[in-house]
Structures are given as C-alpha cells and as structure tokens.
C-alpha cells in the first residue's frame, strides 16, 4: 500500500513563507516524479511544480521565483518551499507520485491546506 503522507501546511500572512514536506512509501522513490499540486474552493486542481530524480524542476508560472521542489532520495521525501506567499496561493495542497514507466502507479497524498491571509 502505497502512502504519501503531507505536512507544514498552516496560516501564514502575506508575504511569509512555508515549507511543506511529503514523505512516500513507494519501493524506489528513484523512479517516481515527484510533484506537488493544488486546489483552490471551486477551482481545478493544479499543477505547482514536479521534480525527476535527476532533479531537474518544472513549476507554474505562477510560482515561479517563489517556490521551490527539492527531493531527497535517501529519505523518500519531497519539500515545497514557499517564499513570498499571496492570499492566492491559498489552497489545499496535495503531494503526488508518478512512476516513470507504470502510467497507473499515480499516487496522492490526503492534501494539507495553506491560507495566506492577514
């Protein structure tokens, strides 16, 4: 059974940051690109930003300059690190694992929600 399980989400004002962190049961971490996605109240849910185990990055343009993926293999985790956050970054925020070479070993974590308000 795979799990993903998310943390660091949490109220936060304009401006301030936070770091989410997923940690992912799968077998060989190596093989999954790792993403983080989000979901506005009546809103698609989106993509953030995803990270291949050699490490190359893609994020939203929305993101982009403010965000940051990182991945650590050894531990099995994926961190968000989130500066200069708007209200509309508010979201829940979900944690996702895509095999690289199984298209149905697409996995999510149960979310957590980041509110950018004052």
């Known amino acids: 059974q795979v799990q993903l399980v998310e943390s660091g989400g949490g109220l936060v004002q304009p401006g301030g940051s936070l770091t989410l962190s997923c940690a992912a049961s799968?077998?060989?971490?190596?093989?999954?690109?790792m993403g983080w996605y989000r979901q506005a109240p009546g809103k698609q849910r989106e993509l953030v930003a995803t990270i291949i185990n050699g490490g190359t990055t893609n994020y939203a343009d929305s993101v982009k300059g403010r965000f940051a993926i990182s991945r650590d293999n050894a531990k099995r985790t994926v961190q968000l690190q989130m500066n200069s956050l708007k209200p509309e970054d508010t979201a829940v925020y979900f944690c996702?694992?895509?095999?690289?070479?199984?298209?149905?070993?697409?996995?999510w974590g149960q979310g957590t929600q980041v509110t950018v308000s004052s």
């Open positions: 996702n694992a895509q095999h690289t070479r199984v298209p149905t070993y697409n996995y």
């Open positions: 799968v077998s060989i971490f190596s093989l999954y690109i």
